[in-house]
């Protein structure tokens, strides 16, 4: 799906505001603070019902208001579609795709796929491990939707067998019924574990070639590491058995995917540990982009990129570079400080978006400026 307008209402600073997007290219300029970041979260919130930048969903409500409104306009080859989600804290979401109310907008077919960039997102360079698994089980859901029910099934029995630990340990149960809570936890753990080793493997060589091409110094690598060492769900079912004395003194499962880690390389030292906070960012960018890549390859369109605040530390020459790349297929939205930080952001196929406080002013051939109420 490309999307071809957003619309917000009391969406962080903006009261209302509606603006279009290009198919290819749309770049985001203003000063610091004018709230160019608010638009791409409002985009990204429009797209996935959830915002990019906090798990308080309550601060994206514009001051004094109490609800929010994000609606996403585009069109793929069925047709013209409308996304809508309305946002009230306490409350459930009411999220209406092309009308009919959803659950949730990750069963919806027409949904964009979206991938994001933000500089707080280094946490998934550098934080713990779960921010990566969360993250490449997300990549592997945009890959193959239908292998997201190995993720449930996994976590379903997860939360069984650790329901059992916590009873034993409180007095409350025996530990006769874990085995076959073993089995049921491996099979689906091992499912699991392809999944993620499947992902990486497609993903590691564009990540090396594209983190070459962006200026990281030294071979970049991912490195999928998984907590075990077994090839068949009898294998990991015989390693669970064998720490059970400890899984019942803790009262949880300390062995299995839930402890996988996805490693971020530069000639074989970790960037989490290792890296500079420049090496670090390279490393996010050129995934993100070996992911839109993977992506366009598998399902045959790139997800819609968004991009916040990367121009200001490339040099020109890997600017014109990431603007080659991002602009070759697909769509992308770019935010900056000033214009001559994106090559070819003058051309006639860029949209442009000036953004000052509370509005947004549209500078782009054949396109009306649209300013926030």
Not at 98 to 123: H, I, Q, T
Not at 249 to 258: L, M, S, W
């Amino acid at each position: 799906m490309i999307v071809s307008r957003l619309s917000l209402r009391d969406f962080r600073t903006y009261d209302r505001v509606q603006v279009p997007l290009g198919p290819g290219l749309t770049v985001v300029h203003g000063r610091n603070g004018a709230g160019k970041t608010n638009l791409l979260e409002g985009l990204y919130f429009g797209c996935t019902a959830r915002s990019c930048r906090t798990s308080n969903e309550r601060e994206v409500l514009r001051f004094d208001q109490a609800a929010a409104r994000i609606e996403v306009e585009g069109h793929d080859r069925d047709g013209d579609h409308t996304i809508a989600v309305g946002f009230q804290p306490g409350e459930d979401k009411r999220i209406k795709v092309d009308g009919v109310p959803v659950a949730r907008l990750l069963d919806a077919a027409v949904r964009p796929l979206v991938s994001v960039f933000l500089p707080e997102r280094l946490e998934l360079v550098k934080g713990p491990p779960a921010l990566r698994r969360s993250h490449l089980d997300a990549v592997i859901t945009a890959l193959w939707p239908g292998r997201t029910a190995n993720r449930t099934a996994y976590r379903q029995a997860l939360a069984q067998r650790n329901a059992l630990l916590a009873r034993y340990k409180h007095g409350r149960g025996g530990r006769e019924a874990l085995a076959a809570w073993d089995l049921e936890l491996a099979r689906h753990g091992i499912a699991l574990r392809d999944d993620r080793a499947q992902a990486v493997a497609l993903l590691q060589d564009p990540f090396a070639e594209i983190a070459a091409e962006l200026g990281l110094t030294g071979a970049g690598e991912l490195r999928y590491r998984p907590r075990t060492k077994a090839t068949t769900a009898a294998e990991l079912a015989a390693e669970l058995a064998e720490r059970v004395d400890s899984d019942l003194e803790r009262g949880f499962t300390g062995h299995g995917p839930h402890r996988d880690d996805l490693a971020l390389l530069r000639d074989g030292r970790e960037l989490r540990v290792y890296g500079s906070q420049g090496e670090q960012r390279l490393a996010l960018l050129a995934l993100l982009l070996a992911e839109r890549d993977v992506l366009a390859a598998e399902r045959g369109a790139p997800p819609l990129l968004l991009l916040d605040d990367v121009m200001s530390e490339l040099d020109a020459d890997r600017r014109a570079l990431l603007v080659a790349r991002i602009t070759a297929a697909g769509q992308s939205l770019v935010t900056t400080t000033d214009l001559a930080h994106v090559p070819g952001a003058e051309d006639a196929s860029v949209v442009r978006l000036h953004v000052t406080p509370g509005a947004v002013h549209v500078d782009a051939p054949g396109l009306r400026a649209v300013d926030a109420a």
